[in-house]
């Protein structure tokens, strides 16, 4: 009986514990892999049903260090760019691509703490590759 008594207790436990989430983080059914990063929002993404995972709150990004900040907090530092791409404190709001790799009649605005192309590159879909290597 006493088996019974502490199985059920442990069972009772097990079933009940919740994850706790760190600062700027809740717990999600289904994690999202284009969860916001400093420097970029990942564009090829699957929603993988991962039970009891913490994403960021809306508003916050992930840095490299696996931390929830807001956008201002990314940092060089704190900040993983997909290839041909660098982080810029203030990006452009015309960002060169394959189809108008040198944008005129652009506003100055400043994109805070993004990735870009590297100089050099331009945009193509969700890639930045070498001019050259643009489709004719």
Do not use: W
Request: proline share 6%.
């Amino acid at each position: 009986m006493m088996k019974l008594i502490v199985l059920a207790v442990v069972f009772i436990a097990v079933c009940t514990a919740t994850k706790t989430c760190e600062e700027n983080e809740e717990l999600v059914a289904c994690h999202n892999t284009c969860e916001p990063q400093c420097g970029f929002i990942p564009k090829a993404c699957t929603e993988q049903c991962i039970q009891d995972t913490c994403d960021c709150k809306d508003g916050f990004r992930r840095n490299t260090l696996g931390k929830c900040v807001e956008n201002y907090e990314c940092t060089p530092e704190t900040t993983k760019c997909p290839k041909n791409e660098t982080f810029y404190g203030c990006g452009s709001a015309c960002e060169p691509t394959c189809k108008n790799p040198a944008p005129k009649g652009c506003t100055k605005q400043c994109l805070v703490n993004l990735c870009q192309c590297t100089r050099g590159f331009v945009r193509h879909n969700t890639e930045c590759i070498a001019k050259e290597d643009c489709p004719k």
